[in-house]
């Protein structure tokens, strides 16, 4: 079993939904969750960092850690053609397992 | 916006080759990884180091080496490339805080091909 499991898509969707993208994890140890959005032939930039539990807003992005559950979510409300991109989730334990584990990642693509 | 750059972005090769692949960042960073990405698989971690003269293996078996001799510079190097080396390459930078995880700034990878 991976220790992280993103579904790789890809997801289409109208210009202006609602999109939620998630990952599952099977490592207790992690604290540190991330999101990184990576475009064409570009390298990932970090979009949310979350710790522990609960909920994290950033304008039209909010993530969400369900530790109980493993489960992590990035929600992108009103969703635009630039949100066209690759959304990696990564997580570590911190400490001397500061290394991150990143998912797949899910293509995203927002018709206009 | 991060300041890390890699060098070349593309490269297309042939077998046998010896290559190094550039990696540097102006933003005073101690950590450094690679990184390998194929197409739809997870990044995965080949190495890393901690500052100067620290080089640790990743996660990813890999034959490449690096070294990291200054701060800002932590090139990979490939003694004999083979097509199972095709892959984009990734580097990245962290300001190392020894208690937490780190923010990891990404390069904007290199395409490497090797026929």
């Known amino acids: 079993q991976k220790e992280v499991e993103q579904d790789p898509g890809p997801l289409s969707v109208p210009e202006g939904a609602i999109v939620s993208l998630n990952c599952t994890y099977s490592?207790?140890?992690?604290?540190?969750f991330m999101w990184y959005r990576q475009y064409s032939r570009k390298g990932p930039e970090l979009l949310m960092y979350?710790?522990?539990?609960g909920n994290k807003e950033d304008g039209r992005f909010t993530a969400q850690v369900d530790k109980s559950s493993k489960y992590i979510s990035l929600f992108i409300r009103d969703s635009q053609p630039s949100d066209s991109a690759t959304y990696l989730c990564?997580?570590?334990?911190?400490?001397?397992?500061?290394?991150?584990?990143f998912g797949k990642g899910t293509k995203l693509s927002v018709k206009p | 916006e991060a300041d890390i750059y890699q060098t070349p972005r593309y490269l297309v090769i042939g077998t046998g080759k010896k290559i190094t692949l550039e990696c540097s960042q102006t933003?005073?960073?101690?950590?450094m990884y690679w990184y390998q990405q194929d197409p739809g698989m997870e990044l995965h971690l080949i190495h890393y180091s901690y500052g100067v003269n620290s080089t640790e293996k990743g996660d990813l078996s890999s034959e490449s080496t690096v070294s990291r001799i200054r701060t800002e510079h932590f090139p990979l190097t490939l003694e004999s490339a083979r097509p199972s080396h095709t892959s984009q390459y990734l580097c990245a930078s962290s300001e190392f805080s020894g208690g937490w995880t780190d923010t990891q700034y990404f390069g904007p990878g290199t395409r490497l091909t090797v026929l």
């Open positions: 979350t710790y522990s539990s």
């Open positions: 933003m005073g960073h101690d950590k």
């Open positions: 990564a997580m570590s334990g911190g400490g001397s397992q500061g290394n991150l584990i």
């Open positions: 490592n207790s140890a992690f604290q540190y």
